[in-house]
């Protein structure tokens, strides 16, 4: 009766242990999960905050909701460009508040609906 008894035991232990070693792996792939979504995160922020292009107000004009800015390079994530001087949209004609030809400005620029618009706009002092 005892040699009837060890087998059962033995193989509910083994598949005990199993069970418990799957546990525990599956535990630590999440973790590794998880901080690959963190990793992920701080990866997407980066490459979200593009530098700022640097440029100097030539025209403002607040009825057309646009700015003309003589610019250095603009690199986004829609506009790569050579400095020139060109007009632009702005997302929001608060933007444009305070601002007046001869301005430094720093600015970030993006390509929306057809248009090169200006999305952030700071002026230098």
């Known amino acids: 009766m ?8 033995a193989v ?7 069970l418990t070693a799957n546990a525990e792996q ?16 701080s990866k997407t922020k980066s490459m979200t905050s593009a530098p700022m ?7 403002v004009d607040i009825g057309s909701k646009s700015i003309t800015l003589k610019h250095g390079p603009i690199k986004s994530k829609t506009i790569e460009m050579e400095p020139m001087t060109m007009p632009f949209a702005v ?11 001869g301005d430094k400005v720093k600015f970030n620029a993006e390509y929306i609906n057809d248009e090169f618009t200006i999305t952030s706009l700071k002026v230098q002092k």
């Open 2 to 9: 005892r040699a009837s008894l060890f087998r059962p035991i």
């Open 91 to 101: 997302t929001d004609v608060k933007l444009l508040s305070g601002v007046k030809a």
């Open 26 to 41: 599956q535990g630590a792939t999440k973790a590794t999960d998880r901080a690959e979504m963190k990793v992920d995160r």
């Open 53 to 59: 292009a640097d440029g100097e107000v030539e025209d």
């Open 12 to 18: 509910l232990s083994l598949a005990m242990l199993a």
